[in-house]
């Protein structure tokens, strides 16, 4: 088991922790939909989804969303293809605007239009289903690149950063090797070191393995069940039934823009009552 992935950057002053705010500090019209089920409930929220739209022209994809993650959670957001997954993800990273509604980070309204968008962008690792790595850069310069162009790293930090997390998964010796000279598995974990790159207080994992040759998923599945041992907080939609299950500490469930369950992986995908939801995860009983 290699050592903690997401361990604070030697170079900086502050561990992720620091950052992430008490929840009574956030707005009281917000307060969190916490469960007696949900272990980490007493940890800080990392993630406050307040009640936010989308839309694209007339069609609404997410109507009035609300949950929150804790510091330390695994949250899989699950959902049919079209439910609105990766829009809340982009939403969330910033590439799209909601229409409506809140989303702090820590103490950070980060959907205040006066925000500083790469300074919250550096608070916040994201990985997507594929297109991650820049086929004409090797995967040291891949890794490095937003710490130094957008985050103003000198060179000698990011590559000391990027060097360390590359050993901690075998590839410190591929780092001057290109994306296609890599196995698409490969490709993801460099491309899941290059959001850890700036210690992260939150990971964004959309999809990260439905692109992937099925004997190369489980390299990355494992690798983000290490993440989570080491405490990270990890927001992933996934297709993967099994690893949610297994590998999530909770599950919100988006069904025609609405939360149709937010629960434990036991309560929503095992003893949910509602008959979709039931229908949803049939193939998982058997
Ligand atoms: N840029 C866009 N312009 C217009 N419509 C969009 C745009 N992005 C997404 N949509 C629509 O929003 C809806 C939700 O799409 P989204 O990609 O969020 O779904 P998803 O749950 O991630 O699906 P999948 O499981 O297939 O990845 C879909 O109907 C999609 O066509
Ligand atoms: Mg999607």
Request: charged share 20%.
């Amino acid at each position: 088991m290699a050592s903690a992935l997401l361990a604070a950057d030697s170079t900086q002053a502050s561990a992720p922790v620091a950052h992430v705010n008490n929840p009574t500090s956030a707005p009281e019209a917000s307060a969190p939909q916490a469960s007696a089920t949900i272990p980490a409930e007493n940890n800080p929220v990392v993630l406050r989804i307040d009640n936010i739209r989308k839309s694209y022209g007339d069609l609404e994809v997410l109507k009035g969303i609300s949950f929150d993650i804790h510091q330390h959670e695994v949250v899989a957001l699950l959902g049919p293809s079209g439910s609105g997954k990766s829009t809340l993800m982009r939403c969330v990273n910033l590439l799209e605007q909601v229409n409506d509604g809140q989303i702090w980070l820590g103490d950070t309204d980060i959907t205040d239009p006066a925000i500083k968008q790469d300074d919250i962008r550096a608070r916040i690792g994201v990985v997507f289903q594929q297109f991650n790595l820049f086929p004409h850069m090797n995967v040291l310069n891949n890794v490095t690149l937003a710490a130094r162009k957008v985050h103003h790293w000198d060179k000698n930090r990011a590559n000391e950063r990027a060097m360390e997390l590359l050993e901690r998964i075998g590839m410190g010796a591929r780092a001057k090797a290109f994306p296609d000279q890599l196995s698409g598995g490969q490709q993801q974990r460099v491309a899941i070191c290059r959001a850890l790159m700036t210690n992260p207080e939150l990971l964004l994992l959309d999809e990260i393995t439905s692109a992937l040759d099925p004997m190369l998923v489980g390299e990355v599945l494992d690798m983000v069940r290490e993440l989570k041992e080491q405490g990270t907080t990890i927001l992933m939609a996934t297709h993967e039934m099994s690893f949610a299950h297994d590998a999530a500490d909770r599950v919100v469930l988006l069904r025609k823009g609405v939360i149709a369950e937010n629960g434990t992986p036991e309560e929503v995908m095992d003893n949910s009552q509602d008959p979709q939801t039931r229908e949803f995860f049939s193939h998982l009983r058997g």
